[in-house]
């Protein structure tokens, strides 16, 4: 008989996932369709499933003076209400998946799986998220990049449940979003850009840009934007054509049945370009 | 009188509403087992070893070897064999059943059974005619010759995918000796048929009843046949209940879909800037097997000058074999590729001429009275100019169409004019279907309808109902009509070519009459009533020469878009559109295959993409197959106009498929407008409108 647990504390949860065999699922919006069998049957667990929804202690957005602390089990539904969850990451979990889907689902389980496609990670990536880790024995904070580490891989271990996701605090004058999926709900993306940037007297003080979908992991060249610090607008104007080149190298889409990499980088830098031209 | 088109709930509301509706998948028997298909990994070759494990007991496998008589699914052409014996076509061709009561362990059965191919190279373009058709009308050779500007064109459409809601499915059982079949089906009597085909028994062996069935758009015609003769031989056999029932991704790798065409068009241009002549070749992907390819092939054909007169016509049109999935039928059945073709050719013909695109267009529409692509003539009135007239005016088209052709915007606007010609092609209803109707009164003044029409969510047996409570004048509560059962109700036809409504529902008027004039209160009268076909319908099979249907259906859709000048995606802002349906039997189910059918239509334009490769689809389930969502559904209006058809019940014509035929010719002029280049290939994606883009014609 196959075992699964519905703990009610994080405590349980962690002893129920310390020997390493069982998994944990959050919303299932990954994990059952992973899963998925033919005709009339049930997706397998043959190692049991350890329930995370219950755990009311990881349903929390609180908000300190530097960073926002999101908890792990929060609905990406609930983010969407909160008054402090940052527009910018509303407006990309507006465009996940749809109403019915985002009562469940979580981005921890966004993190946990680890696609090049999740539209939370790039927001992550721009933002410098922190993502907090507990096991049995003990804990840790990594940073997004830290915690994927390729295409549908991280660090985390099987005794370790992602608790908390810390988003710092900062002050932008310009952000975008896009995503670009085949359709405009329930779509995966084919590509996605995030860019923020912080403009003070024309001076560039801050300039984020993150792609999606376009490489094995979200792509984002912190060593570009330093450079780009402290120009005035109208240069940075001037150099967009050369940003972009410096850009396309990290680019490197592939083709498969939702898209094809010529139009993926030709998207990505249409926008980057589009950015840069409206600031 | 009171109105018919007034809307009524329908009749199924209640039990699908409530979730009582029993659908195949539902069924539960006692004892019953399941069946699972394994199927050809290879595009082409043969079969050289089959390696089974040691069954388990009370496990089998069902393959050609256990069929009774013929190894062919009868359809039209007898190319579809229920098993493949040593020769497979496409991946996905079926080879053998697993039967048996866990599905567990017959998914382990499947995956442990190793086929050894000898692997052939196999086709994928356009090489093999099996099916090849002509007709002309005039002399299209003399006017090429007397013309000196010609223009030609190709355009490209490719798959599309019905995704009903409810995958196909089965459950068979033996009952007294008799095989009864339950399925998700549209065509009660081609299942009927094809199985006792496959069993070589007499009529009364099998029984077929149609279960609730969640949507069908064609895709149910005639691949239910497959399944149901597959699962009849394995019931022959092994003598107890089985269920064979597809997942999402096992119905869209193996079921039919809209067969991709190529379509060349040459217009013969003459002094006055008019088409002289056309000269069509006409080229659809069959796929593996023909089935009915050869019907859709027709369809196109016949629509090869859609609501256009044109004097001078030579039409060819070929169906090739290919070794992927089979095609069949959908929705519109071969006119959506042709009407994509002309009206996108007639802009394109205008635009190279320098003519004003509406005028042109105009000035080709046809008329009552005017000869019909095979010489036959539209002997109804045609109400197009107040048809066009109406989707103008509340589409704002002339001011939009003038304003975005000129500025940036990326606002488009598009505008196609179609027909959709109604029941059989040609002489089909008169010398294959010969449909019949029963009404059967009870002892207590119920009439029953006996008719196997399949309501597969379209409203039939409510707009039926309507018609037979109309004519006899009783309540609508006083009718009843079940789900057709082929132990009682006659062989009407199958639920297709925009014809339930027109063809059974007017042999149902027709029966209606009788009734009320051979009714007797309180006693049993039965009245039959069967197909004749109008006297001034004139076909000839052979030649495409005559009438091809009895009457037509038009519309017009207005679609306007947006594209984004940075990503190419195309957003829908809005849809207009206005039908001439002769009479409708119920404004809202009208009004919801319009919403339906002009979504499917317009998304088969830009959005629904499918592709293989080496005969492997790639979007297999509905991740990667996207059809619009509420999000992706623009707002809609329908304007539908009072046009009354002397041989439909209470005026009524064709409706289903016409909402869907002109979605994507409206949708692709839109784009072609907001990006001022050439749309010759649909789906018009956005990686498609970015190679317009860097390279497209203006
Ligand atoms: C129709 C549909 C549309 C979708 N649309 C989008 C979209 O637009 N954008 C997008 O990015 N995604 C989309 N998705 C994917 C999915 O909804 C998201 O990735 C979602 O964030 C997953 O969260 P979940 O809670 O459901 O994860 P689950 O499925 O529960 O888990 C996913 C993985 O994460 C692990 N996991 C979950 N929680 C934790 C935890 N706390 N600690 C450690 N490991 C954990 C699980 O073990 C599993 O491996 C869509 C999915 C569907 C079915």
Redesign the pocket.
Known sequence: MVEHIVPATLAEALEAIADGKK???????????QRRKGAGRLPDFPDGLVY?FDLDELKYVRKTADALHIG??TP?EELLKHPHVPNLLKTIIA????PA?RR???????I??A?P????LIYLYLIDANVKLISASGERSLPIHEIITGPKTTC?TKQ????EITIPIHRFTHERFKKI?PRRS????KASFAAAAFIEEDIIRDFRVAFGAVSATVVRCKDIEETLKGTRVDALKEASRSIIERYASHIRPIDDQRSNKVYRKTVSTNLLADFIATL | MPDISKAVPKLDEEEKMSGRAVYVDDIDIPGMYFARTVRSTVAKGRIVKIDVPKLPKDYHIIDHTDIPAKNVVKMIFDDWPVFAEEKVTHIGDPIMLVVGKDRAVIDDICENIAIEYAEEEPVFDFRDSAVDYRFEKGDAKKAFERTARHIEYTYRTGYQEQAYIEPQGFVAYREQGRITLIGSIQCPYYVKNAVLDTLGCGEDDVRVKQAVVGGAFGGKEEYPSVMACQLAVAVKKLNVPIKLVFGREEDMEVTTKRHPSTITLRAAIAEDNTVAALDAHIKLDGGAYLGLSNVVLSRSMLAVTAAYTIENLNVAGDVYLTNTVPNGAFRGFGAPQMIYAIEMFMHHIAKDLGEDVLEFRLKHLAKQGDMTATSGHFHEPIIMPALIERAMEMSDYRRKASTYAKDESNHGIGMSWFFHGCGFTGSGEADHIKAEVKLEKDIEDKVHIHVAAVDMGQGSKTTLAKVVAETLGIPLADVVIDNPDTDFVPDSGPTVASRTAMVVGGLLARAGQRLKSEWVSGETVVVIEKYKQPDHIRWDDEKFHGDAYPAYSWGVNVVEVEVDPHTYEVRVENVTSAYDGGKALDERIVLGQADGGIAQGVAYGYLEVMEHDKGKLKQRNL?DYMIPTAVDTAPTRTYLFDNPYALGPFGAKGFGELTLVGGAPALALAVEMAIGRKVTKIPVTPEVIMELMKHGKH
């Open positions: 998994e944990v699922i959050a919303g299932g919006t990954d994990l059952m369709v995370l792990a089990m990406l465009e996940m998946a749809s889907l469940v689902a979580t981005i921890a389980g966004n946990a799986n696609s496609a999740g539209d939370s985390l370790e449940i992602i608790v999926g329930d779509a995966i993306s | 991740t």
